[in-house]
């Protein structure tokens, strides 16, 4: 693992650190001695190909699968300790899942409301409109998900993650099912949704026009292992070996001071 | 397996008398009544479908949908209605002598032929289900191709649709196989001696229980063959299931002559299987109306909602329970455990009737033995309970397993990263998504267990009336008029399963204008 001196610096003020995590299974370890950290507030996106382990890893930090070791560390919480896990249910930690899995039996409103029971009942109600409305479908509330179209579902998708405020979302491959065009305008929305909201997030994507777009720091995942976890100027300009040239090489690097 | 292992014991005096005179007779007459009804109900079944589906002609909606109504009339129900049309003296005979017309003409009510038509018209629906689910989907879309190659669309039907619906009609062909040989209340009604009323036979008549056994264990020979086709039908044609029908149907532009055949032909089908009895049914209750709703009547409703409402919980509490661990627990042995338990629906309700009764006589004179009163199972609402989960385990599972299909494995990740786990999530989640599947699959056990007559008959306490077996009582007695009531009352709930398999192939006209 190389860091570079900036993210090193701000390691003080990490907010959500995985360390030393391993995942997979006691007969084959998917990814092994995974170390990262976010400040509140940063995107962190993770990039590899298909069949890495990328989602393995994410699922673990959402609490859905045991990792075989390491430590995850959120909000001065530790999320999962040698003898002590918390259940995924406690750990206030949103997700966006690839084929969306909207509650078929529920509307937009009651798919964003779902999360919200801790509220009574007209607060649940404004708040899950607030979150529609900053998805753009104020109009929708009361579509159901098969009546919405894929980026639609989507966005419903990332409301419902974002209403009960979690400390951090995770999203998993969450544009790929969406058509090329409209996947990087829904990511540059998303980016400044998560910015204006100072969303801590991290997703996972094998599409390096993604993971550019959206992320402040990139992690590059191969052979097993996590190769290099920088900010994407550094990741882009400065590849530390050429399996991870080779991978970011073939992606587009977007210039965007104007946008924080 | 208690049917199976009775070829050992004996019982000879009514056992000899049995295989010499009835049996040979009764099988006989099972199999050629079979093959009759699977060539009538087939040919109907087919026609109707192809003409519902692929040609167009004058209230071709109406009657795609109002064929199916006769499903909801039970096979004892239309053959009593039927005899009291065609018997010498009866309704028909009457209206034409009225007009001075020959009546001699009109079917004879008592021969092979009525019966065979009594139960085509009852059974054909299944084949017109299957049959125009296959020619909705792939039919349409093998017809385009057809067209694309040069064909037109009557050719097209012809050589390459119903070729290729083959393993739909023959499933829905041995379904009718299946429903005929389990018959019980229609051939009971005519007379007709066949292996179910052989079995009723030995058993009230005769007293002999393993000749009862015997004759089910030929019987249950024959449904085994019968189910292995069927599953096998089915197998063949998963490739094309799930499939969503053509958008924008083509149909065979009929011209006036044959326009005028078709709708004659559905409405005929229509009448004789739908309006012809359901008016004879009105036509002797509606005068005795104030005579029949006595107290007596009343009990026999509140017996008949009272067992299938107690059938219904017990019945679709253990379907949920199988559909959950099937869910849970992916693994061959769960599997089969699900293929066993929902293969009950094949077993013709005479047969479990009494491979039920016998193992409970056991375990009840172990009770007796051991200083208990006689009797404490026999006859019990337990027993019927048994039968009726393992003939209708397989009637509320599918509805439930569709249902549970839309509860992707992320959909419970989902609801837990927002914090909703256990009890709550299958309160939030679960139930409402398998709510509707659970009212289809409740309402499908309480119709099914109040139409059923060969498991109540026999495993009834002693005393206990439904409405089915009131109707069998005073049709057995020849008092139609009587009957007419109770078989009322059976058909219009009837109608609610009818209903809701309308809507969900969606030929009813109002679900099309909704979308």
Known sequence: MIHSEHVLASKAKNYFSVEQLSVGYESRILLADVNFHLSKGSIGCLLGPSGCGKSTLLRAIAGFEQSLQGRIYLDDNWLNRPGRTVAAEHRNIGMVFQDYSLFPHLSALENVRFGLYGLSRPNAIAKARHWLGQVGLANKEKAMPHELSGGEQQRVALARALAPEPELVLLDEPFSSLDLEFREKLSREVRELFKASNTTALMVTHDQHEAFAMADYIGVINNNRLEQWDDAYHVYHQPVNQSVADFVGQGVFFERGNCR | MSIVSSYGTDDQGALAHIIRYVLPNSLLNSLALTAGVCLLAGAIGVTLAWLTVSCEFPLRRFFAWVLFLPLAVPGYVMAFAFVGLFEYGGSLHSMLRHYRADSGWLLNVYSYGAIVLVLSLVLYPYVYLLARNAFQTLGQRSIEVGQSLGLSVRQSFFKVALPMARPWIAGGILLVAM???????????????????????AWFSLFSLSAALKIAGILLLLVVVVTVLERHSRRQRQYAEGRNAARNTKRLQLGFGAQTAALLFCSSIFMLA???????????????????????FWSYVSGTVLLATLAMFVVVSMAVALAFIARQKKGLVV??????????????????????????????????????????????LLVMMMAYSVRFLAVAYTPLENNLLRVTPSI?????????????????????????????????????????????????????????????????????????LPALAIVVVGFLPVYLLIRSTEVSPSVRASK
Do not use: C
Not at chain 2, 275 to 291: C, D, E, I, K, T
């Open chain 2, 179 to 201: 429903e005929t040989l389990a018959d019980f209340g229609t051939v009971a009604v005519f007379n007709y001696d066949t292996l179910t009323t052989a079995i009723y036979q």
């Open chain 2, 274 to 296: 739908f309006v012809l009895p359901l008016g004879q049914l009105l036509y002797w209750a509606l005068p005795n109306l104030s005579q029949e709703l006595t107290v007596r």
């Open chain 2, 335 to 380: 599997t089969s455990a699900v293929r066993l338990a929902t293969l009950g629906y094949a077993l013709p309700g005479t047969v479990l009737a009494i491979g039920i009764f016998v193992p409970i006589g056991y375990v009840d004179h172990w009770l007796q033995s051991k200083g208990l009163s006689s009797g404490l199972l026999q006859g019990s």
């Open chain 2, 412 to 484: 419970d990740l989902a609801s837990q990263s927002l914090g909703v786990a256990g009890m709550a999530m299958l309160r939030r989640v679960h139930l409402p998504l398998l709510g509707p599947g659970i009212v289809t699959a409740m309402v499908l056990v309480f119709v099914d267990v109040m139409k059923e007559l060969p498991i109540t008959l026999m495993t009834r306490p002693f005393g206990f009336n439904t409405l089915a077996v009131r109707v069998f009582e005073l049709t057995s007695e020849g008092m139609w008029e009587r009957a007419a």
